[in-house]
């Protein structure tokens, strides 16, 4: 992680300090990414504490830890890994949009990673972009890596039946078939579910993630790189 020394003041050539424009920004606002980890930091600082005055037994594993994200947000989940991959063990990327790997830049360090996406999601309105989701972050990823994309779903498919109404009734994103809303969100909450217990507690079989005949709807396209 690069940290910026340098002053809020120069050095002029005679050995004088000379005040810069008083008008130049002097705290410029951190970005997403860097937000983001401080959020993490405090979490890990004082989550537990709470938890433990309004639970019992209910405690975080932060060695055990995994993050995942939805559309632009992946943007900013993967920028914060690339920053510091030492706060996660793995990482989902729902139909993810990002340009942290533009430029045919690729991750060189292991951290077992989901990427999924949908049909639709690539069909105009385009809610997804060609080389900047799911296909392009699983091509430059390390092992291990496993990558789904579903038949006849949309991008607003995983939101809440309000957020989807919305979405549908805007052609802001093109929409799966509502009548299986419920089987989608429970499959959706049963593979992210199987791959972040394959890879946070210990279990080897990634069978649920792998094998096309165990999934429940209609998948386009299956592939993974798990032997490392």
């Known amino acids: 992680m690069g940290v910026d020394m340098r002053s809020d003041s120069g050095t002029s050539t005679d050995g004088l300090t000379a005040d810069r424009d008083s008008t130049r920004t002097q705290n410029p606002p951190a970005s997403p990414a860097h937000t ?6 405090w979490a890990r600082k004082h989550l537990n504490a709470y938890l433990s005055n309004q639970t019992t037994g209910v405690s975080v ?14 943007s900013i989940t993967l920028e914060t890994i690339l920053l510091n991959r030492t706060n996660v063990k793995s990482t ?4 993810p949009f990002s340009f942290a790997l533009s430029g045919g830049s690729s991750v060189d360090f292991r951290l077992p ?13 385009y ?26 779903q949309g991008h607003c498919d995983i ?12 052609h802001f994103c093109k929409t799966g ?19 972040f217990i394959s890879t946070l507690q210990g ?26």
């Not at 983001?36 to 930091?41: H, K, P, R, V």
């Not at 999924?116 to 690539?122: A, I, L, P, R, V």
Request: hydrophobic share 35%; aromatic share 16%; net charge negative.
């Open 36 to 41: 983001f980890l401080q959020q993490q930091d």
């Open 61 to 74: 594993d932060w060695e055990n830890t995994g993050v995942f994200c939805h559309s632009a947000g992946c």
């Open 92 to 95: 989902a990327f729902l139909e």
């Open 113 to 125: 990673a989901l990427m999924y996406g949908t049909q639709f999601c690539e069909d105009f309105p």
């Open 127 to 152: 809610c997804c972009v060609k080389g900047m989701d799911w296909n392009y972050i699983y091509d430059h990823w390390s092992c291990p890596k496993t990558l789904l994309a579903t038949k006849n």
């Open 159 to 170: 939101l809440d039946h309000t957020m989807w109404e919305i979405c549908h009734t805007t």
């Open 177 to 195: 078939n509502v009548d299986n809303w419920v089987e989608y969100h429970t499959f959706i909450q049963g593979f992210v579910s199987a791959f």
């Open 203 to 228: 279990v080897n079989d990634w069978k649920y993630l792998t094998n096309v005949s165990d999934i429940p709807i209609g998948v386009m396209n299956a592939t993974n790189d798990t032997n490392c």
